[in-house]
């Protein structure tokens, strides 16, 4: 392979993973821009989990065995069973210089072992009926973070010393793009998360609100909005200092967070100050009001604040079509207001009153108690 050959594979490489848009698509880009690039047929992208002790496979492209899927969900080696990158994988190298890539064959054994030793590499070439493989490391802001792995057919080329040295200079250029979608992914975890508590923002709710209704417009899916505030939090804050107040707020959003586990796939949100959410779709309104329930009871127990005002609001009641966002909102909004005002130990509920529902007329048709600017600006979209 030429040198113009391989810069173009550098080049290509590079444009694939720059162009993915999400962390599989970065993966699938750098393994099939790599094979590609070494002249293989088949590569797998693989992650080191620390913590267990394992590397995990992310991708495998090109030819595949009937073992091997091209996103793989539990596809892994324990790292032990791998001596050869042991040292790499404990950073023995950091020392001095940049781990390079190797090769292996379907020929073995490796050189120096006792008799009888099949290297697993080598077992694996032979199982999935590969005459050799390149393996590159990939170092992350200095440590090591997986490998990149490229295999030929038994009757190819054998990868050479070549090979492997621009394999490390694809490892690197993988590397890059690597932490170049990490950056723009903890960007966007960053823009979409409550620095206090960890859960989502007001702009999630946003966009995962308006994505919720179209799909319940398009489908009839079940969309359900919890809409909760946090009382006595003015007064912890005035009486025992705002680390106090913040305190609280991290304890109920780590309820709030329990409680939306009870609805598979729900959004646990703090719209800001003392204002929280929850956005469930597909579970039944029923489902919704027992952990808005179990919301409201431990949210009763904390030692600070004075419990939670609910209100919930669920497609799945009657209450009228929704064709927006905004109205769902409303109706939650109304109950929560409804809950607070009457100073309810339980969640208010949208609809379930007759067709004379208070809420709904509240939310509908805003009166002096409910202005028609609302109460609070995140509801005035659209």
Same mark, same amino acid.
């Given at each position: /392979?030429?040198?113009?050959?391989?810069?173009?594979?550098?080049?290509?490489?590079?444009? &694939?993973?720059?162009?993915? !848009?999400?962390?599989?698509?970065?993966?699938?880009?750098?393994?099939?821009?790599?094979?590609?690039?070494?002249?293989?047929?088949?590569?797998?992208?693989?992650?080191?989990?620390?913590?267990?002790?394992?590397?995990?496979?992310?991708?495998?492209?090109?030819?595949?065995?009937?073992?091997?899927? *091209?996103?793989?969900?539990?596809?892994?080696?324990?790292?032990?069973?791998?001596?050869?990158?042991?040292?790499?994988?404990?950073?023995?190298? @950091?020392?001095?210089?940049?781990?390079?890539?190797?090769?292996?064959?379907?020929?073995?054994?490796?050189?120096?072992?006792?008799?009888?030793?099949? !290297?697993?590499?080598?077992?694996?070439?032979?199982?999935?009926?590969?005459?050799?493989?390149?393996?590159?490391?990939?170092? %992350?802001?200095?440590?090591?973070? &997986?490998?990149?792995?490229?295999?030929?057919?038994?009757?190819?080329?054998?990868?050479?010393?070549?090979?492997?040295?621009? @394999?490390?200079?694809?490892?690197?250029?993988?590397?890059?793009?690597?932490?170049?979608? *990490?950056?723009?992914?903890?960007?966007?975890?960053?823009?979409?998360?409550? @620095?206090?508590?960890?859960?989502?923002?007001?702009?999630?709710?946003?966009?995962?609100?308006?994505?919720?209704?179209?799909?319940?417009?398009?489908?009839?899916?079940?969309?359900?909005?919890?809409?909760?505030?946090?009382?006595?939090?003015?007064?912890?804050?005035?009486?025992?200092?705002?680390?106090?107040?913040?305190?609280?707020?991290?304890?109920?959003?780590?309820?709030?967070?329990?409680?939306?586990? /009870?609805?598979?796939?729900?959004?646990?949100?703090?719209?800001?100050?003392?204002?929280?959410?929850? %956005?469930?779709?597909?579970?039944?309104?029923?489902?919704?009001?027992?952990?808005?329930?179990?919301?409201?009871?431990? @949210?009763?127990?904390?030692? %600070?604040?004075?419990?939670?005002?609910?209100?919930?609001?669920?497609?799945?009641?009657?209450?009228?079509?929704?064709?927006?966002?905004?109205?769902?909102?409303?109706?939650?909004?109304?109950?929560?207001?409804?809950?607070?005002?009457?100073?309810?130990?339980?969640?208010?509920?949208?609809?379930?009153? &007759?067709?004379?529902?208070?809420?709904?007329?509240?939310?509908?048709?805003?009166?002096?108690?409910?202005?028609?600017?609302?109460?609070?600006?995140?509801?005035?979209?659209?």
């Amino acid at each position: /392979m030429g040198e113009d050959s391989r810069l173009a594979g550098v080049v290509a490489l590079a444009q &694939g993973m720059a162009v993915a !848009h999400s962390s599989r698509e970065v993966w699938w880009a750098a393994a099939n821009g790599a094979y590609r690039a070494l002249g293989g047929s088949f590569a797998a992208l693989s992650v080191w989990e620390r913590e267990l002790g394992r590397l995990r496979v992310l991708v495998n492209v090109g030819e595949r065995a009937e073992d091997e899927e *091209e996103f793989p969900g539990d596809e892994a080696y324990p790292v032990h069973q791998f001596a050869e990158i042991t040292e790499f994988l404990h950073e023995r190298w @950091a020392e001095g210089g940049e781990p390079n890539a190797w090769v292996e064959t379907a020929q073995g054994p490796a050189a120096g072992r006792r008799p009888g030793y099949v !290297h697993q590499r080598v077992a694996a070439l032979r199982r999935r009926g590969r005459g050799c493989c390149v393996i590159a490391p990939i170092v %992350l802001h200095g440590r090591a973070w &997986g490998e990149l792995y490229v295999a030929r057919p038994v009757g190819a080329p054998v990868f050479g010393r070549e090979d492997a040295d621009f @394999a490390t200079v694809l490892a690197s250029v993988v590397a890059a793009g690597i932490a170049q979608t *990490e950056r723009l992914e903890e960007v966007r975890r960053l823009a979409f998360t409550d @620095a206090l508590t960890g859960l989502a923002n007001r702009r999630a709710v946003d966009a995962c609100l308006d994505e919720a209704v179209e799909r319940h417009r398009r489908d009839g899916v079940v969309v359900s909005l919890v809409v909760c505030d946090l009382n006595g939090l003015k007064r912890v804050n005035d009486t025992r200092g705002h680390a106090v107040g913040d305190r609280l707020l991290e304890r109920f959003g780590s309820i709030l967070s329990l409680c939306g586990a /009870m609805l598979p796939g729900a959004l646990a949100a703090r719209l800001g100050g003392d204002e929280f959410c929850l %956005l469930a779709v597909g579970p039944s309104a029923d489902e919704v009001v027992r952990a808005a329930g179990e919301l409201c009871r431990r @949210a009763a127990e904390l030692e %600070l604040g004075e419990g939670v005002a609910c209100g919930v609001a669920s497609t799945g009641d009657s209450i009228g079509p929704v064709g927006s966002a905004r109205r769902l909102f409303r109706l939650a909004d109304a109950a929560q207001y409804r809950a607070k005002a009457e100073r309810a130990a339980r969640p208010v509920v949208a609809g379930r009153q &007759g067709p004379d529902d208070p809420v709904v007329r509240l939310a509908d048709e805003p009166s002096a108690e409910q202005p028609a600017t609302e109460r609070r600006r995140f509801r005035g979209r659209g």
